[in-house]
């Protein structure tokens, strides 16, 4: 007798096993489950640099020679470059 899982036994090797989203392979539904986590990821990432952003030229514009570029990577764990792009934006707006 083959392994039912109706009838209380395992599923056979191979079964396609059937997720929310009508997904019915189980690598499909991890790859969604992903895609899903990663674009939560970005959304997060997007705030958190806006939040930075934001921080480092509100430091820049109340003490500009204190939050010198160099002086502000140094404290953020970045590069010059990128207080000076982040800096650039600000300006822009």
Known sequence: MANRPDRGGAPQRGAA?????GT???RA????????KAVEADELAARL???????VRRLR????QKWSYGALAAALGCSREL???VSRRGEAS
């Open 17 to 21: 096993i059937r997720r929310s989203g």
């Open 49 to 55: 640099r806006a939040e930075r952003d934001q921080l």
């Open 24 to 26: 019915s392979d189980a």
């Open 61 to 64: 514009a109340e003490d500009p």
């Open 29 to 36: 539904a991890r790859a969604r489950e992903l895609h899903r």
């Open 83 to 85: 207080i000076a792009q």
